[in-house]
């Protein structure tokens, strides 16, 4: 079995609900993976989506904030959902595909501006996240599994526009990185993205507040493809829609994109 999968963070997926038919009736994934939908599951525009063929559907919704959701042409069965850190957040909802790889799509919190969980609530609140991440992980050593989805964190020096600069800035401090790194150790998770370009400056997300975003380009890889270590062989066809920063009103973020042979 060959599928394609794709992960964008929509921010908004009634506001971009033409984005997302854009990016399904010219990339055609056979599964795409949104974060923070910011929408009840109720209210969500799937029946726009199930016309151009993704009628299967794994959601977790909640009004105005987060939100992830599973659009698939391949059968879905739901598996569940973890709220991490208690936050009772739509963070995180798993569906397993009829070949038995489940895939889990992830919204880790942003983390808010300072990075000193004394002096700001949610950074304390997305280490937490990320630290029960790791402990699942190490209870139940997932197999035959994709993660993905938005992990606010850009783990590589090759992930932001410049290292040194951001080393301070939420998203790439090293307690964060350390933390995400114990987590992808923890579920044998295989970095599917860089196992298919290894080097090189390589980005998602680009801020709102660049003028011109593209010229800067001040960008981060936040966005994230993971496979454990049994099937991480069979991804490849990494790539990131880069254009996708380009629509009109888009998100802040670019789809990623990869193909795996199962």
Same mark, same amino acid.
């Given at each position: 079995?060959?599928?394609?999968?794709?992960?964008?963070?929509?921010?908004?997926?009634?506001?971009?609900?033409?984005?997302?038919?854009?990016?399904?009736?010219?990339?055609?994934?056979?599964? *795409?993976?949104?974060?923070?939908?910011?929408?009840?599951?109720?209210?969500?525009?799937?029946?726009?989506?199930?016309? *151009?063929?993704?009628?299967?559907?794994?959601?977790?919704?909640?009004?105005?904030?987060?939100?992830?959701?599973?659009?698939?042409? *391949?059968?879905?069965?739901?598996?569940?959902?973890?709220?991490?850190?208690?936050?009772?957040?739509?963070?995180?909802?798993?569906?397993?595909?009829?070949?038995?790889?489940?895939?889990?799509?992830?919204?880790?919190?942003?983390?808010?501006?300072?990075?000193?969980?004394?002096?700001?609530?949610?950074?304390?609140?997305?280490?937490?996240?990320?630290?029960?991440?790791?402990?699942?992980?190490?209870?139940?050593?997932?197999?035959?599994?994709?993660?993905?989805?938005?992990?606010?964190?850009?783990?590589?020096?090759?992930?932001?526009?410049?290292?040194?600069?951001?080393?301070?800035?939420?998203?790439?401090?090293?307690?964060?990185?350390?933390?995400?790194?114990?987590?992808?150790?923890?579920?044998?998770?295989?970095?599917?993205?860089?196992?298919?370009?290894?080097?090189?400056?390589?980005?998602?997300?680009?801020?709102?507040?660049?003028?011109?975003?593209?010229?800067?380009?001040?960008?981060?890889?936040?966005?994230?493809?993971?496979?454990?270590?049994?099937?991480?062989?069979?991804?490849?066809?990494?790539?990131?829609?880069?254009?996708?920063?380009?629509?009109?009103?888009?998100?802040?973020?670019?789809?990623?994109?990869?193909?795996?042979? *199962?």
């Amino acid at each position: 079995m060959t599928f394609t999968l794709a992960t964008w963070n929509i921010n908004s997926v009634r506001l971009r609900a033409a984005l997302v038919e854009k990016l399904l009736r010219e990339e055609a994934p056979d599964v *795409l993976c949104l974060q923070e939908c910011k929408s009840p599951v109720e209210k969500m525009p799937s029946d726009v989506f199930a016309a *151009l063929g993704y009628g299967h559907v794994v959601a977790r919704g909640q009004k105005g904030y987060n939100g992830v959701a599973i659009f698939s042409r *391949l059968p879905l069965e739901e598996v569940g959902a973890h709220d991490f850190a208690d936050l009772g957040h739509a963070r995180h909802v798993a569906a397993r595909l009829p070949n038995g790889v489940t895939i889990h799509n992830f919204y880790v919190p942003a983390g808010g501006d300072i990075p000193d969980r004394e002096q700001n609530v949610k950074f304390g609140q997305k280490l937490d996240y990320v630290a029960q991440m790791r402990d699942w992980a190490r209870a139940e050593r997932p197999e035959r599994a994709i993660l993905v989805g938005d992990l606010n964190i850009a783990p590589r020096e090759d992930d932001v526009w410049n290292h040194k600069q951001l080393l301070k800035i939420v998203s790439h401090t090293p307690v964060e990185t350390a933390l995400l790194a114990e987590a992808q150790e923890a579920g044998g998770w295989v970095d599917v993205t860089r196992q298919d370009i290894p080097e090189g400056p390589l980005f998602s997300w680009w801020s709102y507040r660049s003028p011109d975003w593209d010229a800067a380009d001040k960008g981060r890889r936040l966005d994230h493809v993971w496979a454990t270590r049994d099937i991480a062989a069979a991804g490849h066809g990494s790539r990131v829609l880069r254009a996708a920063r380009g629509w009109e009103q888009p998100s802040d973020h670019a789809p990623v994109f990869a193909r795996f042979d *199962l």
